[in-house]
């Protein structure tokens, strides 16, 4: 299984926060390949730039490259296949977490069930 990590979800599995629940760690350990968008880190920037990070949160920007996640880039499919969801949430990033996943054929990993209903095999907590 090849899963991409949504945004919180990212952040709780490198600060080892309890809310990430047991089925989003065990999905995260039993992962053949996890991948971290750069679109979580430029979110997590822009947040923390404004003073709405926490600071263990501030902290995971600077990590991704101490796991062994795989970063996924930003590319022009994932940018055009934004285009194409049903308007279920209203945040971009979100939104472009959901073309990627959908594009790359990865497993979401996500705690915010309205992200999840973009796509049938999403995993939420």
């Known amino acids: ?3 991409l990590l949504d945004t919180h ?3 709780w599995r490198v600060s080892k ?3 990430l629940t047991p089925r989003l760690r065990r ?3 039993e992962a053949q390949t ?3 968008s750069t679109a979580t880190i ?3 920037s822009i947040k923390a730039a404004r003073g709405k990070l926490e600071p263990r949160a501030e902290y995971a920007i600077d990590e991704v490259e101490h796991h062994p996640f795989i970063e996924l880039p ?3 499919a994932h940018a055009r296949a934004v285009r194409h969801l049903p308007h279920l949430h209203r945040d971009p990033f979100d939104r472009l977490l959901v ?6 054929d990865l497993k979401f990993l996500t705690a915010d069930r309205e992200l999840a209903g973009y796509l049938e095999d999403a995993l939420s907590a």
Do not use: G
């Open 34 to 36: 996890v991948y971290v």
């Open 42 to 44: 430029w979110e997590m």
């Open 99 to 104: 073309a990627q996943a959908l594009t790359e």
């Open 27 to 29: 999905a995260i350990e």
């Open 1 to 3: 299984m090849r899963v």
């Open 17 to 19: 926060d309890r809310r």
């Open 9 to 11: 979800v990212y952040i």
């Open 74 to 76: 930003v590319r022009l």
